[in-house]
């Protein structure tokens, strides 16, 4: 290995519709927004300053925040400067680019390496990194292709597909966050099995770490006395509706509660979706829908919580169920996407194999009547995501960076995609 990258290395992130800086758990903020901030603060630690490149979402919002240890947020106007539906930004992304481009130019900076998060700012990392002859990461977060197939109804356009086949074809290196992301890029994205590196999402240790049951739900008034959550943006691919129907099923369960967390006035038609479909089931009195709760208030859920369930139709990562593990609360979650592989099925949790009610409904049975296991799945759980530190993830992909400034991977300016 050649030169450590802490010598000489300053990284400029495209993140454009992921601000940091917004609540997670409202429509548009939620996983890769928690990713950003933690890896940035991670890298500033080890004295690599970090660039993270947004679109401006607000007039208000100043030109640049200092992110701590060197990183600082800059954002960049792209259309007007107010919310825009994510899939209307495309049109903006040339505008992006010319102004990561003249920030570069009027602060004289040189930055070493490009990361860009999800297939809008893969556009973007593809054309600033050609300018300025750097090598390329791209971390997709979703893929369009992978949606597609996950749920019924879902429609990622083939503009979205396309464009991330082109970015997969054109970066210097694919960042997946499981190994199953990993094999959805070699199989749909055409990805040579050397350019796919898989680093996985993180956890902070030091937040989401247990507090005892009974004091998290007397500090939060909770009165039920068995208790599931739901953590995470409200859209379809969720599945939400399927934990409805679970609880419909297991009405028998005395005292049984679910607390939904996430979803603000943009998701305000899923919420309102998910709670008509509460009312005709009849479980409107067992479930809270909560809105959207800081993330530093969150570990009070999971504590309170006997388990923690995630239904998803769809997950590359799925950071809340490592969340949960990290607080000592055994989780049951559909077995897709990166869920196969953050959790170990029949050792901190279940994993389901099909999106129907049934089987949730027969292992959270199981587990809410047997506090041993509970318990015991509870400490594996935690044991286990200590893997997933950020601290670890961060030095993860510090390595990468290494690799890729030691075979010193130049991109041809030829290579940059067309406006
Ligand atoms: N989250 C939060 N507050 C909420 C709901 C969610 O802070 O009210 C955070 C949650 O802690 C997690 C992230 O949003 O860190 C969701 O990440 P995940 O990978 O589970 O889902 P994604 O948003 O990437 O689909």
């Known amino acids: 290995m050649g030169v450590r990258v802490a010598e000489k290395v300053r990284v400029a992130m495209i993140s454009v519709h992921g601000c940091p800086l917004l609540r997670p758990g409202g429509r548009e903020a939620g996983g890769m927004n928690v990713y950003l ?47 825009v539906e994510k899939e209307r930004l495309y049109a903006y992304l040339p505008q992006f680019r010319d102004g990561v481009l003249e920030f570069q130019r009027r602060e004289g900076v040189h930055y070493h390496i490009v990361h860009s998060h999800y297939w809008l700012s893969g556009w973007v990392g593809q054309a600033v990194s050609a300018a300025w002859s750097v090598p390329h990461v791209v971390t997709f977060h979703t893929l369009g292709e992978s949606k597609n197939r996950s749920r019924w109804g879902e429609r990622e356009s083939s503009l979205r597909i396309e464009t991330e086949r082109r970015v997969v074809a054109q970066a210097d290196k694919v960042v997946a966050c499981s190994p ?3 094999q959805q890029l070699l199989n749909l994205y055409w990805a040579g099995s050397q350019k796919v590196a898989v680093i996985p999402c993180g956890v902070d240790l030091g937040l989401f770490r ?13 009165k039920a006395s068995k208790l599931l959550l739901y ?19 297991l009405s028998e369960e005395e005292g049984l509660h679910l607390m939904v967390v996430g979803g603000d006035a943009a998701s305000a038609g899923e919420t309102e979706r998910l709670r008509r479909i509460a009312w005709e089931l009849g479980v409107q009195n067992q ?32 950071m809340v169920a490592v969340e949960a593990l990290a607080c000592g609360t055994p989780v049951v979650a559909a077995r897709v996407g990166g869920l196969r592989s953050t959790i170990r099925d029949g050792e901190m949790g279940y994993l389901i194999p099909w999106h129907c009610p049934e089987p949730y409904a027969e292992r959270l049975e199981l587990l809410l009547g047997n506090e041993s296991l509970k318990r015991s799945f509870g400490r594996a759980g935690r044991a286990w995501v200590e893997r997933f530190s950020w601290s670890l993830i961060a030095e993860q992909v510090l390595a990468l960076y290494e690799e890729l400034l030691d075979s010193n991977t130049v991109v041809p300016p030829s290579m940059a995609l067309p406006a």
Request: charge should be neutral.
């Open 37 to 83: 901030r933690a890896v940035s603060r991670e890298l500033g630690r080890r004295g690599i300053p970090v660039d993270v490149f947004t679109r401006c979402h607000e007039a208000e919002a100043p030109s640049m925040v200092d992110l701590g240890g060197g990183s600082r947020l800059i954002h960049v106007v792209a259309g007007r400067q107010g919310p």
């Open 180 to 182: 199953e992301e990993r």
């Open 210 to 222: 247990p507090m005892g049951r009974d004091r998290a739900r007397r500090q939060l008034g909770l």
């Open 231 to 249: 953590v995470g943006r409200l859209e379809p691919l969720k599945g939400v509706d399927i934990l409805l129907r679970v609880v419909s099923q």
């Open 287 to 318: 479930v809270s829908f909560l809105g959207t709760v800081d993330h530093e208030a969150l570990p009070l859920y999971y504590s309170a919580a006997d388990i923690c369930v995630v239904p998803s139709y769809y997950e590359s990562f799925g």
